[in-house]
């Protein structure tokens, strides 16, 4: 079964500072992978897709980028805001199956 | 603009009470999910739909039942809930296995 890891579960960070959301998972055999954002009470909003061929997408500030052979992924943010406070997931698909796995989140505070 | 709709949002039920959990996409998807959400356990696949007419059980399907109605509607019933079923549920469509997946709000169970 598809192990998918998120470190830290939580990180405060001052505003306009650069920072890095680690993703890791255990089975490299993956389709593709993305990466979410949620809000307290909300759903979950989908920020990047990476096929397993790609290495990374980007998105205005947002860098997503894969290395399915050492089973990590990493979500790049520039300039944070303090909107950019929420929980973000990434989430990956295996070639076989029909679902998506998805790791416990980052808690992301930006503090003004 | 409407995309995965849910209802109900918050709902209260009685151990042993029964109900079902409605979801409809307006975006012509093929596959369809329903996922529970629990603190520090992330999201778990209950049930989805590869296309009109077909489910499947995921990961978690012990104690739930779900019906595609059609192409649009997928419902999650729980027969006799339980309060290991309180939870937030939610619904995710996507156009097929690869695709960006899209979430619903969220529909909050607790089952006293």
């Known amino acids: 079964k598809q192990e998918v890891t998120q470190i830290p579960a939580a990180l405060s960070v001052p505003e306009g500072e650069n920072l890095v959301l680690n993703c890791s998972f255990t089975?490299?055999?993956?389709?593709?992978l993305q990466w979410f954002r949620q809000d307290p009470g909300k759903g979950l909003t989908s920020l990047l897709l990476?096929?397993?061929?790609?290495r990374e997408q980007t998105s205005g500030r947002l860098n997503a980028s894969l290395d399915k052979s050492s089973g990590r992924s990493t979500l790049y943010i520039a300039a944070s805001q303090p909107g950019d406070s929420a929980t973000y997931l990434c989430?990956?698909?295996?070639?076989?199956?029909?679902?998506?796995?998805f790791g416990t989140g980052t808690s992301l505070t930006v503090i003004p | 603009n409407a995309g995965v709709t849910q209802t109900p949002k918050f709902q209260v039920l009685k151990t042993g009470q029964s109900m079902t959990l409605q979801c409809a996409q307006d975006?012509?998807?093929?596959?369809m999910y329903w996922y529970r959400q629990d603190p520090g356990m992330g999201l778990r696949l209950i049930y989805y739909?590869?296309?009109?007419?077909?489910?499947d059980k995921g990961e978690v399907p012990n104690g739930y039942n779900v019906s595609r109605l059609n192409k649009r509607e997928f419902s999650l019933r729980l027969e006799s809930a339980a309060p290991s079923q309180t939870s937030v549920y939610f619904c995710?469509?996507?156009?097929?296995?690869?695709?960006?997946?899209?979430f619903g709000e969220g529909s909050w169970l607790t089952v006293v």
């Open positions: 989430a990956v698909s295996l070639n076989t199956g029909n679902q998506f796995y």
């Open positions: 089975d490299s055999a993956i389709y593709n």
């Open positions: 990476i096929q397993s061929s790609q």
């Open positions: 995710a469509s996507q156009e097929g296995y690869g695709n960006t997946i899209y």
């Open positions: 975006m012509n998807h093929n596959s």
């Open positions: 739909s590869a296309s009109e007419g077909t489910t």
